[in-house]
């Protein structure tokens, strides 16, 4: 079942938020800030531990923290790609952002899991297009694991909420539960 949610990310009750975080994973701006603000030293610390064994997180790649205070259980931090006219391979990397979280979500026995709109903010990653990878990543993969149970996307804007639910609306539903573009 994939939702679409205008909101606060750090509010969301799931297993697992995934954090627009940058390379380095100690926090920056927007939802990577307020994830770090809001979840406490806990994140920090475990990113920290992370930076220790491989030095950061790539570009379209994902680890997975504690939740520290935050309402859900774990954080996948996720680092999109910055837009630069499509030039170089943005639309790709951005798709691997989401599938590398998906798949440690599913790894790590998690079913309910948040998303907010990656790259969107001052990656400048356009939005529209951004929405339709984003859906479509999600969709083709619920439909390689029983493990993921919920899909949410958190908008922040009401621009991002538009351009969801109208995706999400055109979306046919499969035999499976599952829903398609």
């Known amino acids: 079942m994939i939702e679409v ?3 606060d990310i750090t509010k969301i009750e ?12 100690l926090g920056g701006s927007g939802v990577d800030g307020a994830i770090h603000k809001v979840g406490g030293t806990a994140i920090l610390e ?20 504690t939740a520290g205070k ?11 790609p910055v837009w630069n006219k499509g030039k170089n391979n943005e639309e790709k ?35 529209q297009k951004a929405a339709k990878i984003a859906i479509k990543t999600v969709s083709d ?5 029983a493990n993921l149970k919920k899909v949410i996307f ?5 621009e991002n909420y538009k351009i969801y639910s109208e995706l999400l609306k055109k979306m046919k539903p499969r035999k499976s539960g599952l829903h398609t573009l």
């Open 5 to 7: 949610l205008k909101g």
């Open 14 to 25: 799931v297993d697992a938020i995934v954090n627009a975080a940058n390379t380095s994973l």
């Open 46 to 65: 475990d990113c920290q531990k992370i930076r220790s064994k491989q030095g950061g997180c790539k570009i379209g790649e994902a680890v997975i923290t």
């Open 70 to 80: 935050l309402p859900a259980k774990f954080v996948i931090h996720t680092v999109g």
């Open 93 to 127: 990397l951005l798709a691997s952002a989401y599938f590398n979280s998906l798949k440690l979500a599913s790894d790590n026995q998690i079913q309910s899991i948040s998303f907010p709109n990656i790259s969107t903010g001052i990656y400048k990653f356009p939005k």
């Open 141 to 145: 993969f619920l439909t390689t694991t």
């Open 154 to 158: 958190v908008c922040f804007d009401e």
